[in-house]
């Protein structure tokens, strides 16, 4: 089993910054894609960023160079940060990790693992 821990949410002024941490925990060996979707109130969940071990990675429309994706993939940690700069208003929302493509040993289990959020809210 796989837990993902999020941390650095709260509250920020438009244009400020904030640094979100994601720690996966159990008994991880690999993990493919690593990475933070949001949901804000009333909205569908969507992508914010995501980074492949091999250092590739995606990002949401709406971030348009403002944030920046980086991992940990030393073999015993297994984290993912997101560096969030210039935030607005509309970047107010519950910030998830995710995790796909878990190899454990022998075992890979493809599918996903998300941790339960943490909120970011941008006002003044």
């Known amino acids: 089993q796989v837990q993902l821990v999020e941390s650095g949410g709260g509250l920020v002024q438009p244009g400020g910054s904030l640094r979100l941490s994601c720690v996966a925990s159990?008994?991880?060996?690999?993990?493919?894609?690593m990475g933070w979707y949001r949901q804000a109130p009333g909205q569908e969940r969507e992508l914010v960023a995501i980074?492949?071990?091999?250092?590739?990675?995606?990002?949401g429309d709406f971030v348009k160079d403002r944030f920046t994706i980086s991992r940990n993939n030393n073999g015993v940690e297994h984290t993912v940060y997101l560096q969030m700069n210039n935030l607005k208003p509309e970047d107010t929302a519950v910030y998830y990790c995710?995790?796909?493509?878990?190899?454990?040993?022998?075992?890979?289990?493809?599918?996903?693992?998300w941790g339960k959020g943490t909120l970011v809210t941008v006002s003044s």
């Open positions: 995710e995790a796909t493509g878990v190899t454990s040993g022998m075992l890979f289990y493809g599918g996903e693992y």
């Open positions: 159990g008994s991880i060996t690999s993990i493919n894609v």
């Open positions: 980074m492949s071990r091999g250092g590739s990675t995606d990002y």
